[in-house]
């Protein structure tokens, strides 16, 4: 793509808004006499912001269920931050077997629509991710965007992925059953 | 032009607060996820509201620009200028990158249905224009062939005509034209982008109607796909029948400006840009003819 030396993002957003002062706004509508790249993106953001306010009404609501950050800490797994919309983490209550052991003080619990899943604390700095009712369930773990975990139409009413490093991890969990897989369940997790 | 005050419930000054203490305390995690959490639908739903892509283009975009974010807010300057807005500009660059490094990509959700099995231009064909109009939209790759059709138009209408077809046509404009109205009119081409900005605040609510009547024909399509696929003729048959009202609907909304709103934008009486109009649209089913017979 052809790029214009004058290309700035800013200016064009100040010009679109009516911000610019009086020599700017001269200067920079010289320019666009001229410059089709910047003229172009001036008329793409005018209907991208016109878009945006007419059509937002109709939004897609399929983002990450949840987007969690933890933190093992002593011993112990902290949750920092949840920023779900409609389904969050919960601290275990009730005494819980998790990997044999009764886990309620290192883990959390969170419900969706398409599985239940546990994050809970494994051997030293590491952690682990349990899945429930997963059947006709196609589940992916990602570390950082890369695909470290898979499974599909699990009949094992626990599925555990254990041994985690810290980092960046997203969980997609979707529905065997539909072909297109429009249904999917994501969440965002940090474990720092 | 007008500026939108608030979208997606983003408070402007509040996302600029969180930006300006991410920045002073070190790419602090805890605004960085603040950040995040009131920007989040505004990403996700650009790919969407502006080009009508699928929810898994959507997702998928929304996790390209996750792992950029930094990147982005890093290069962002604190301005006048709505954050919102310089995001905008921002997004529409990087989603052409996104579309480029995953080619092949279904870009849109209605294209499977729409430009292979629904014919949702007029079926007289008499409204030429917004069959190219909708493809425009649903096929970025579409853009030199709808230029090239609107360069052969235009070839055939003096210069007050073609003032009143690109203004009729608004959602065609493209930088040559700003740049020839702002010859034509001898205004700058701030005064052209704000005016035509007007007309279409005029017609928010067809926009409104045609873009929801879409979003009820892909869900119909889907529910047809899946009852063929299961077998449920009645559920199929019943699909079937909605989708034709629906695609009337669709047809009989037109998202052009009313004539009071261009002649206000022109100088010209009213009267002269209906009876204008009625010679463009004329002129252009001859044209049509023509090129069907060549």
């Excluded at chain 1, 939004?59 to 919309?85: C, H, P």
């Excluded at chain 2, 119909?220 to 909605?242: C, F, H, M, P, V």
Aim: charged share 30%.
């Amino acid at each position: 793509m052809l790029k214009c030396p004058l290309y700035n993002e800013d200016m064009i957003s100040q010009y679109v808004e009516g911000l610019l002062d009086e020599e700017e706004s001269r200067l920079f509508e010289r320019h666009l006499k001229e410059c089709d790249i910047c003229l172009k993106s001036v008329l793409d953001l005018e209907n991208d912001l016109f878009k945006m306010k007419v059509y937002d009404k109709q939004l897609y609501t399929g983002l990450y269920l949840t987007e969690a950050v933890f933190l093992i800490i002593k011993n112990r797994l902290l949750m920092i931050r949840d920023i779900g919309r409609d389904h969050h983490f919960r601290k275990m209550k009730e005494s819980y077997r998790l990997k044999g052991k009764t886990a309620s003080e290192n883990s959390y619990y969170l419900k969706g629509d398409l599985f239940d899943i546990t994050i809970g604390k494994d051997k030293g700095d590491k952690f682990l991710i349990e899945f429930r009712n997963t059947n006709n369930r196609i589940i992916e773990l990602f570390k950082e965007n890369r695909l470290i975990e898979a499974h599909t139409n699990s009949n094992r009413e626990r599925l555990t992925v254990k041994s985690l490093e810290k980092g960046d991890y997203t969980v997609v969990i979707s529905d065997s059953t539909l072909e297109k897989r429009t249904k999917k369940d994501k969440i965002k997790i940090r474990i720092s | 032009m007008q500026v939108y005050d608030m979208f997606f419930n983003i408070d402007d000054l509040e996302i600029k607060n969180s930006i300006m203490k991410y920045k002073e305390e070190d790419e602090d995690e805890v605004y960085y996820s603040l950040i995040l959490e009131i920007i989040s639908p505004f990403i996700y739903n650009y790919p969407h509201v502006v080009f009508h892509a699928s929810e898994d283009i959507c997702s998928d975009f929304y996790e390209y620009i996750l792992l950029r974010f930094k990147t982005i807010l890093n290069s962002y300057t604190i301005s006048k200028a709505k954050f919102t807005t310089w995001l905008t500009v921002v997004l529409r660059n990087r989603y052409i990158n996104f579309l480029r490094e995953n080619q092949g990509l279904n870009n849109t959700e209605y294209n499977i249905s729409f430009e292979q099995d629904l014919n949702i231009s007029d079926p007289d064909g008499s409204n030429y224009h917004m069959v190219i109009a909708d493809k425009k939209n649903y096929n970025l790759d579409s853009n030199e062939e709808v230029n090239a059709l609107i360069d052969k138009i235009t070839s055939i209408l003096n210069e007050k005509y073609r003032v009143l077809f690109h203004l009729y046509y608004v959602d065609f404009l493209r930088v040559e034209d700003i740049r020839f109205l702002a010859i034509f009119f001898n205004r700058s081409i701030n005064e052209i982008v704000k005016g035509i900005d007007k007309i279409k605040s005029l017609i928010v609510d067809k926009y409104e109607k045609k873009e929801s009547t879409l979003v009820k024909l892909a869900k119909n399509y889907r529910k047809i796909l899946e009852s063929q696929e299961s077998g449920d003729r009645i559920t199929e048959k019943n699909a079937k029948k909605y989708q034709e009202n629906l695609l009337n609907e669709y047809r009989a909304t037109k998202c052009h400006p009313t004539y009071e709103s261009i002649a206000s934008f022109c100088g010209f009486p009213v009267g002269t840009v209906s009876a204008g109009i009625a010679r463009i649209k004329s002129r252009i089913k001859s044209f049509e003819k023509e090129l069907k017979n060549i």
